[in-house]
């Protein structure tokens, strides 16, 4: 059973740094793209990074390059994204998934809330 769990939401300041992580397990995810998206209050759920497993190769929303970046341990099957110079704008709840093989799974979400 494929499972994709996030963790490392919570509050901070805007300005401020959080790093969520993405646990993948249940298969072999070499050939598969793994991405964050993020929903917020009253809006469609967006694309915010992914990056290709097989050879690093990654690729970012407009709105958080420079800012964010996302990356992946090989031996943990864990990806991460490290979130910088935080906004307010960047509140919502954040997800995890992955894609390949006509395949698509999600994470339950982690929530992030940057205060002004």
């Known amino acids: 059973q494929v499972q994709l769990v996030e963790s490392g939401g919570g509050l901070v300041q805007a300005g401020g740094s959080l790093r969520l992580s993405c646990a993948a397990s249940?298969?072999?995810?070499?050939?598969?793209?793994m991405g964050w998206f993020r929903q917020a209050p009253g809006k469609e759920r967006e694309f915010v990074a992914a990056?290709?497993?097989?050879?690093?190769?990654?690729y970012y929303a407009d709105s958080v390059k420079g800012r964010f970046t996302i990356s992946r341990d090989n031996a943990k099957n864990t990806v991460y994204l490290q979130m910088n110079s935080l906004k307010p704008e960047d509140t919502a709840v954040y997800y995890c998934?992955?894609?390949?093989?006509?395949?698509?799974?999600w994470g339950q979400g982690t929530q992030v809330t940057v205060s002004s």
């Open positions: 249940g298969r072999t995810f070499s050939s598969y793209v």
């Open positions: 998934n992955a894609v390949g093989e006509g395949n698509a799974y």
């Open positions: 990056i290709r497993w097989r050879d690093g190769s990654t």
